[in-house]
Structures are given as structure tokens and as C-alpha cells.
């Protein structure tokens, strides 16, 4: 059965993951918006440096985040000078890793949602005097839900199923930074098989409940 | 048609074979804390034989999960001498195989110079955020720091502090990157040419935990390479042995 370590583990991931989709809601949806809106010739970098972690490998972003965050990279100067010490092996330093990481997985689909909604019903809304940030919660907002959904969901189980970034910057710590991918990966490592099973089956069940509920929820076209 | 094709492919057998027999290579599955002195040692080894080494570095528990899933490695050393021995048991090794390659030696280590003092009081002191461990359930090192720790009566002190680092290279590199302000590494990798290259360290007195051997053995999968028995032999050899020696192991 789970034990304590593994349940501790489960908790501990899961609060990343809702932390983590939070911020990137709050930090996406400003991103996504310029990105649909822009006619700047600097849509396609931003566009690409936000695509990035769909390419790189979690070694890549964790070797950077960890010298980056460490006490001899700007990062890590920083917190340090706010007298917050160093990020990486805390919490709040999965928090971030996670946000650059699971950052695709929200800009990319409100963005599409946001694209959908069209110039003309701005103009619309416009013309019945609405302000900028009035037609944005009551038009914009309402007509891509569907896309805040998916994003949601998404970023999500991507935090959920990161395992990479976490090993290197993690540096394993129960209830601080053990989350469950590598949780698994030391039951396999200590030929813990029996844990692992189930801890794996646990993953592969709530991953496929969660692809399952975006590719036949009505009327919403797949994630592209 | 079929005809022509297994004529091709028979000719391009027999053209290939020769090529086949001639570079001769094996599988070497290397404990993390030995990388360096078997990139030198493997280096010498194909200058001398002319075969090729492909190395696969990691923690010895991973090693020995791959091993008994098939995973192709021929020659296997190991951070401890359980794991080879269990592999014995289990019957997966050349018979009479088995051999200790090195003795390690745990040492705490600080990338900052002059952090860790020659008498390691600097774990009593306390004053540090963070102290780097191998994974003591995977790891030799991790275990042996564990057991230091210990007996110095001070491991319920300096446990909250503990990052784990999956094998004894990225202990290090959380060390190196001054995430971590020290930890317990394996001597060879802060050592080379007999000496401590950078940083600062105590070499933990061998009483306060147990001989780390490192056995090596060739794998059931290596039977048939000579190879394989070649690189065990250069292993025990003295040119071998100079380069174990000048990164701080024992025989």
C-alpha cells in the first residue's frame, strides 16, 4: 500500500501543480493576449522563446535554472540580496522551474482561444462604448473559456509529469521537493518494484482521465 | 528480385564480417565516482589495443536494475562490493569474475576555499544551509556519510540540511555550483595528481565508516569477448593502477 513517504509525495505534487497553474494563468494571459493581438515583428521571438521547453530537454532548462539560481548567478544574487537566500531545494524554486516549463502548455492554447474571438466582436463591444478592460472580462473572457479550461488542465498535468527539471534542482528533500515522478524513479532505483507499480499506475490512470476529459469535452476541438 | 536481395545481403554479410571482428568494442557500465580515472584509464586502454571502451556512467543501484533487464553492458564496476556480489549469486557474471578494482575514500568538500576545515568541525558549527549527499539507499558514498555522520552523533543535527543528489555526480554538482556549501563526495573527484584541486575538504577518517570496496566483474553478456577480459586485465595492471592511485584510492 501507499506509504506515508508516497502519500507526502502525492500532496506535495499536487500543490505544486495548482501553485504553479495559478501563476501561469495570472502570468499567461497577459503573454497570450499580446501574442494575439500583436502586429510587432517581435511576436515570432517571443512566441518562440515562450515555445522553447516543447523542445528543450528538462536537463537543459534544470542545468540552467540550477546555475542561474545558484549564489554565483544572477538569479540567485538577486534573491539573495532580498535576503531570500538561494531557490533551488526549496519549493518556491520548483515553483518557478515549473512556470518556465508548463509555460507553452497555458500561453499557447488561450492564445488560440483568444484568436478565435475575432476582431469584429471587439468592434462590437466598442461601439457600445466599452472600455478595453470591460470588453476584456465580459466579452474576450466568456468566449475563450473553453481555452482557459484546456490551458488549466494542461499546465496542470504537465507540472504533474515533470520529472527532469525537479532531479536537478530538486535535490530530493521529503515534502519540500520529493515529488512523485521522482518518488518513482528512486522505488526503481532501490528495486522497490511493488511501490513503483503502484505509484506509476497512479500517474498513467490520472494522465489518461485527464487527456481523456480535453479530447471529448463537446463542441471543443482538440488541442492543436 | 527476392533472389537478388539475398544475394546482396549475403555478399554484404560476408564483406562485413571481417570489419565486424576487427572493431572490437565493449560495454562498460562505470560507477559515477570513478568517471574520471576511467576516462584516463579507457583512453590508454584503446591507445594500447587499438579497441574501442564505450563508457556508461551512473548510480550503481541504477546499474544493477538495468543489468538484470538486459541491458548490454559487458564490464561492470561497481561503487560497492554488494551489488557485484549479488550479481554472482544470481549466476549474471563470468565465474571468479569478481575483483577489487579500488578502495574509495568519502571526503566533505566545499567548493569555497577555506570553508571546510582540515578537521571537518565545521559539521559541528553548523552555520551552512545545505549539505549535498549521494542517495544513501543507491549510493556507497551516501551510505558512508550516513554512517560517519553517525558515529560523530551528528546526524540528527545535520539531516534537515541533507540534499540528495540521485548519484555521487550531481552530489558534486550541486556542490560545485555553490548551491550546496559543501557535502560528501567521493575523494576521486575532487582529487587529481594526488592532490585536492580546488575548494576546500576533510578527508573523513577511514574508522568512521566502512571500507568502501569497489569490485568489478564481467558480465555473462561479456563471456564471449575477449575484449572484455582484456580491459580487466589492463585494469590490473600498473599503468592502471598509477592513474587509481593519483585520484586518492587504495588497493
Do not use: C
Request: a positive charge.
Amino acid at each position: 500500500m501507499l506509504t506515508e513517504v508516497d502519500l507526502a509525495a502525492i500532496r506535495l505534487t499536487l500543490k505544486l501543480a495548482t501553485v504553479t497553474t495559478v501563476i501561469l494563468l495570472i502570468v499567461g494571459t497577459p503573454i497570450a493576449w499580446w501574442l494575439a493581438r500583436t502586429r510587432s515583428k517581435w511576436k515570432g521571438v517571443v512566441g518562440a522563446v515562450v515555445a522553447l521547453p516543447l523542445v528543450l530537454p528538462p536537463t537543459v532548462l534544470g542545468f540552467y535554472l540550477l546555475v542561474a539560481m545558484g549564489p554565483n548567478g544572477p538569479v540567485g544574487r538577486f534573491t539573495e540580496s532580498l535576503g531570500l537566500g538561494t531557490l533551488p531545494f526549496t519549493f518556491p524554486g520548483l515553483v518557478v522551474a515549473s512556470v518556465f516549463y508548463s509555460l507553452p502548455f497555458v500561453v499557447q492554447p488561450v492564445q488560440n482561444a483568444f484568436e478565435a474571438v475575432g476582431e469584429r466582436m471587439l468592434e462590437a463591444a466598442a461601439t457600445l462604448r466599452a472600455g478595453p478592460l470591460d470588453t476584456f472580462f465580459s466579452v474576450v473572457v466568456p468566449l475563450a473559456r473553453p481555452g482557459f479550461v484546456t490551458a488549466a488542465v494542461l499546465g496542470f498535468a504537465h507540472t504533474v509529469g515533470e520529472f527532469g527539471v525537479v532531479l536537478m534542482i530538486g535535490g530530493n528533500i521529503p515534502e519540500k521537493t520529493r515529488v512523485v515522478s521522482v518518488q518513482i524513479y528512486d522505488h526503481v532505483e532501490a528495486l522497490e518494484y511493488a511501490e513503483a507499480h503502484l505509484l506509476s499506475a497512479g500517474m498513467l490512470a490520472f494522465s489518461f482521465v485527464v487527456l481523456l476529459f480535453l479530447y471529448t469535452r463537446k463542441g471543443v476541438r482538440a488541442w492543436k | 528480385m527476392k533472389r537478388v536481395f539475398a544475394k546482396l545481403l549475403s555478399g554484404g554479410a560476408l564483406v562485413l564480417a571481417p570489419v565486424l571482428a576487427q572493431a572490437a568494442e565493449v560495454q562498460v557500465a562505470v560507477a559515477a565516482n570513478f568517471t574520471a580515472p576511467m576516462q584516463k584509464i579507457a583512453a590508454e586502454f584503446e591507445k594500447a589495443s587499438g579497441h574501442r571502451v564505450l563508457l556508461s556512467y551512473g548510480a550503481t543501484g541504477k546499474f544493477y536494475a538495468q543489468i538484470i533487464n538486459g541491458a548490454p553492458f559487458e564490464v561492470f564496476l561497481a561503487a560497492d562490493d554488494r551489488t557485484p556480489a549479488r550479481l554472482e549469486s544470481e549466476g549474471r557474471i563470468v565465474p571468479g569474475s569478481r575483483f577489487t578494482y579500488a578502495i574509495g575514500k568519502l571526503v566533505l568538500w566545499s567548493a569555497r576555499e577555506g570553508y571546510v576545515d582540515p578537521q571537518g568541525e565545521i559539521l559541528r558549527r553548523g552555520g551552512f544551509r545545505h549539505v549535498a549527499i549521494a542517495s544513501p539507499k543507491t549510493a556507497p558514498y551516501g551510505a558512508a556519510a550516513i554512517e560517519a555522520l553517525t558515529r560523530l552523533g551528528l546526524l540528527d543535527a545535520v539531516q534537515p540540511k541533507f540534499v540528495t543528489g540521485e548519484n555521487i555526480s550531481q552530489t558534486y554538482q550541486f556542490i560545485f555550483t555553490g548551491n550546496a556549501e559543501l557535502g560528501f563526495v567521493a575523494l576521486s573527484q575532487v582529487m587529481e595528481e594526488g592532490r585536492v584541486t580546488g575548494g576546500s575538504a576533510w578527508l573523513v577518517p577511514t574508522d568512521l565508516y566502512p571500507e568502501i570496496r569497489q569490485d568489478a566483474v564481467i558480465l555473462s553478456r561479456g563471456a564471449r569477448n575477449p575484449v572484455a577480459v582484456e580491459l580487466v586485465e589492463f585494469l590490473k595492471g600498473e599503468k592502471a593502477r598509477a592513474i587509481i592511485r593519483a585520484y586518492g584510492y587504495e588497493f
